[in-house]
């Protein structure tokens, strides 16, 4: 026991070091305060569109959370999710991480709209997606935090980023981990941002293959409890229904919580990506038995990891744009 705690300290350290050096590799030029003179109605007009959006629709909350992870793994924290297909621009929205998949534009539309009578051409899009992420959180029930602001918005997207560079749910560990280290994210920050699976659905055609013995050795998939994947089959044959969609924490959906490191110990993580947390490192496994314990604990890391994944390769001062309307570039 002693030595898993002397494990967590360390990897909460190198959580944490990291944050300082993201925020000086900008300059300094994220702060929440950003707005606070351009246009200091601005994180208000979000949190009230985001509320009214989320109560109209539970699963909506997870949707723009998921949002703002996609797009900045894609060449960081610049709204490049949200342009469509133009002549110059082959939308992100088509990867397969996105399509079919990908969904609340249409809430960060609302909200562009909103701001842009309120402040014109003043609040990016990638500011937006970075607050309605947090505003998703915190209605949810999960914790809150400051979100450092100041991003400008992409004029180009990147198909191949998109279906290269998101984590998938059939990723192997180590090729998890490697996305995330790529970005400068590292073991604590994959397991607490894969926390956020404890809202939100998941598609049947995400996690088939641990339902049907197709992992190539044509033996079950003991990491997932057999009485779980029996009731998912019922929902998820083996051909058809790639579209059904399954609560990725079956326990408590829509709640913010560590329900998800709970149900990854009792061998019920809907995704492999969510069971390999347990199964394939140690320093990941004591980090999913401590956040199950320790809700408090899991918030403060998640708040931390998430401003730490939205300081990623920020547009600011004279790069990109300040999009009028988040589905195309300005020149459009």
Known sequence: MALSKIILMVLSLLALSPLCFSQKSNGGDLYPQFYDHSCPRAQKIVKSIVAKAVAKELRMAASLLRLHFHDCFVKGCDASLLLDSS???????????????????????????????????????????????????????GPSWEVPLGRRDARGASLSGSNNNIPAPNNTFQTILTKFKLKGLNVVDLVALSGSHTIGNARCTSFRQRLYNQSGNGQPDYSLDQSYAAQLRTRCPRSGGDQNLFFLDFVSPTKFNNHYYKNILDSKGLLNSDQVLLTKSEASMELVKEYAENNQLFFEQFAISMVKMGNLSPLTRSKGEIRKNCRRVNSD
């Open 87 to 141: 002549g110059t621009i082959i939308s992100e929205k088509r990867s397969n991480p996105n399509r079919n998949s990908a969904r609340g534009f249409e809430v960060i539309d609302e909200i562009k709209s909103a701001l842009e009578k309120e402040c014109p051409h003043t609040v990016s899009c990638a500011d937006i997606l970075a607050l309605a992420a947090r505003d998703s959180t915190v209605l949810a029930g």
